[in-house]
Nanobody, 122 residues
Framework: QVQLVESGGGLVQAGGSLRLSCAAS????????FGWFRQAPGKEREFVTVINWSGLRTDYTDSVKGRFTISRDTAKNTVYLQMSSLKPEDTGVYYCAASGSYSATAADFDSWGQGTQVTVSS
């Protein structure tokens, strides 16, 4: 099991940018797919993006395409979510997660970070 520690959340104005980081521990980091999920107030947790173990395949939910970018640095055991052109609708708690398979379904991820709050003001 991979341990994940998130950082980078905060309060930004609409149109601004944030970069979230997720540091992973464990020597099998390169064998996991990593995803980001978010949960807005009063709503279910939703898929945002995922990257496979090699870093060559990514997928995004339609609402963030062109604005968010997921990446990974194997040497640093870290996954990033670069967010730009932020909208109030992006507000929520963001979670990073690790999975042994490539998936956009939360149930397929067995390791989770603690979550970091992102608030976008209008």
């Amino acid at each position: 099991q991979v341990q994940l520690v998130e950082s980078g959340g905060g309060l930004v104005q609409a149109g601004g940018s944030l970069r979230l980081s997720c540091a992973a521990s464990g020597r099998l980091f390169s064998r996991y797919a990593f995803g980001w999920f978010r949960q807005a107030p009063g709503k279910e947790r939703e898929f945002v993006t995922v990257i496979n173990w090699s870093g060559l395949r990514t997928d995004y939910t339609d609402s963030v395409k062109g604005r968010f970018t997921i990446s990974r640095d194997t040497a640093k055991n870290t996954v990033y979510l670069q967010m730009s052109s932020l909208k109030p609708e992006d507000t929520g708690v963001y979670y990073c997660a690790a999975s042994g398979s490539y998936s956009a379904t939360a149930a397929d991820f067995d390791s989770w970070g603690q979550g970091t709050q992102v608030t976008v003001s209008s």
